[in-house]
């Protein structure tokens, strides 16, 4: 990957995040990254945010079937 970030979705699950990032919320807080790959949520119901902790599988998280261009 040559020290590049890749961001991709897992189906109906969390966003996988790999690469050297910094993860900071909107009041500028950081959160720790210890991995190479960390999960992000995506439905919203993660006890953890912004990290997944598996909930989407028990609330029935579906994520769109494919990304939506640009309008």
């Given at each position: 990957?040559?020290?590049g970030?890749?961001?991709?979705?897992?189906?109906d699950?969390?966003?996988l995040?790999?690469?050297?990032?910094?993860?900071t919320d909107?009041?500028g807080?950081?959160?720790p990254?210890?991995k190479?790959t960390?999960?992000l949520?995506r439905c919203?119901?993660?006890?953890?945010?912004?990290?997944?902790?598996?909930?989407?599988s028990?609330?029935?998280?579906?994520?769109?079937e494919?990304?939506?261009?640009?309008?």
């Amino acid at each position: 990957m040559d020290g590049g970030v890749r961001i991709s979705a897992y189906d109906d699950g969390p966003f996988l995040v790999t690469g050297a990032v910094e993860i900071t919320d909107s009041a500028g807080n950081r959160f720790p990254v210890r991995k190479e790959t960390v999960a992000l949520c995506r439905c919203g119901a993660s006890t953890g945010k912004p990290f997944c902790d598996g909930t989407h599988s028990k609330v029935g998280f579906r994520a769109a079937e494919k990304a939506v261009g640009e309008a």
